[in-house]
């Protein structure tokens, strides 16, 4: 099979049935009436992906956006007030951001109700997401016809772990995914130059800037720098990380390599198989459970991430070769997982100190340490381990990080202990 009747194939998949989009326009008119009743000046319009036609089968998230007149802009900060009273019949759960939002289920899908203002262009915007109407306006416009290369993207990047501009995810939001599509008109054609991107990968559709790495300051830049064409001062893609981009470009190789349908397919995760192979690990493997109090998916999955990164570089530090590491959020609880080489550190490890020639800093070196020797011009101390055991590690760790909103509970998985006890 040709890698474009295989890709063919996996459109047809993907394209999902419109129920959702008759549930969605029941609530906007809802919503509209209640406005209207109440008499205040606003318009509820499709957002997302869903208001593009580019929403996935299993997709059960709707966005709403309510655009307020230009004449509440010096109210800005009472807009969610008044949103709120005209959501009543939902029973919403308000979420604080950069502006309050509000969220609710109905027949079966989750909404996300944002209140905006009914700005033209970004210079009449008082916060980011009064953008968000334009941006769908954008690809209604110029994205017509791409709905299916908009899906293909968005299962892949999702498969290979880099959707999502989230602050634990870092990866490939979906605004990024239609302009990336729109640019290059396909998946395939996406795919191709993407595994042949060196960083720092520059596009400006619109040809706003003749060097956009002049213009952005350095908060905005990131290994792709992709110039919002609404907002010109804006790099779409400012949120993805290098490991994230890295990863979408390996996998674009491999899919080049051997295409497959297998690129497209999400992993189920499975703790109990995950589980299995980690206590058959010849060195030291440490589990750990994690248990979230955060309504807010975006903040708890940002503190399973630190916790991870914190445990992983604790275990580094501490003198263990990692050969394996990892996490999973699933937005109510969360676990993570390191393997090293070892099954217990030696007693005491050489400590590399400054050279000789520095003396103020060898004078130093020499008061903290015992016994200090003299090797090729540098200092090096002999020094005891606090800690030799990777559970005593991770059990360390998880009591330094563990709150309120977070419980870190770690176990060790290595065959070897668990035949010693």
Not at 114 to 141: C, G, K, W
Not at 174 to 200: E, Q, T
Not at 260 to 266: L, N, P, Q, T
Not at 279 to 284: A, V, W
Request: glycine share 4%; proline share 5%.
């Amino acid at each position: 099979m040709s890698v474009f009747s295989l890709l063919d194939e996996v459109k047809e998949s993907l394209r999902p049935d419109t129920e959702i989009i008759a549930v969605r326009n029941e609530v906007i008119g809802m919503i509209a009436h209640e406005l209207a009743r109440r008499d205040i000046k606003a318009l509820p319009v499709p957002g997302g992906s869903v208001a593009k036609g580019t929403y996935l089968p299993l997709d059960h998230d709707v966005d709403v956006f309510v655009r307020f007149s230009l004449e509440y802009a010096d109210l800005e900060e009472k807009l969610p007030d008044l949103l709120e009273r005209a959501l009543k019949q939902f029973a919403p759960t308000r979420l604080h951001g950069s502006r309050d939002y509000f969220q609710f289920v109905y027949q079966g899908y989750d909404f996300e109700v944002i209140p905006v203002l009914a700005v033209s262009d970004s210079s009449q915007a008082r916060n980011v997401t009064d953008m968000s109407p334009i941006h769908v306006d954008y690809f209604r416009e110029n994205g017509l016809g791409l709905e299916d290369e908009v899906r293909l993207t968005k299962q892949f990047s999702k498969a290979q772990g880099v959707y999502g501009a989230e602050s634990y995810i870092r990866g490939f939001s979906g605004h990024v995914i239609d302009l990336l599509i729109m640019h290059y008109k396909s998946f395939y054609s996406l795919i191709k130059a993407a595994a042949a991107w060196k960083p720092p990968v520059v596009i400006d559709m619109e040809r706003h800037h003749k060097d956009p790495l002049d213009v952005l300051n350095e908060a905005k830049l990131s290994p792709l720098i992709l110039i919002d064409p609404v907002q010109p001062d804006r790099n779409a893609a400012a949120a993805l990380s290098q490991e994230q981009f890295d990863a979408f470009v390996s996998s674009a190789k491999k899919f080049l390599q051997a295409p497959s349908e297998a690129f497209f397919v999400v992993e189920e995760f499975r703790k109990d198989l995950l589980l299995s192979r980690l206590s058959e690990h010849p060195g030291s493997a440490v589990w750990v459970d994690m248990e979230l109090f955060d309504d807010k998916t975006d903040v708890a999955g940002a503190r399973v991430r630190k916790s991870f990164e914190r445990l992983v570089s604790q275990v580094r530090l501490s003198g263990f070769d990692i050969v394996e590491d990892g996490w999973h959020f699933d937005h109510t609880s969360a676990c993570a997982w390191v393997c090293v080489a070892q099954e217990i550190l030696e007693p005491s490890y050489e400590r590399e100190g400054p050279p000789v020639s520095q003396e103020t800093d060898a004078a130093r070196f020499r008061d903290t340490h015992e016994t200090v020797i003299e090797r090729e011009g540098r200092l090096f101390a002999r020094v005891e381990r606090k800690e030799r055991e990777l559970l005593k590690v991770a059990q360390r760790v998880c009591e330094e990080l563990s709150s309120e909103k977070i419980v870190l509970r770690p176990c060790l998985l290595s065959a070897a202990s668990q035949q010693q006890q």
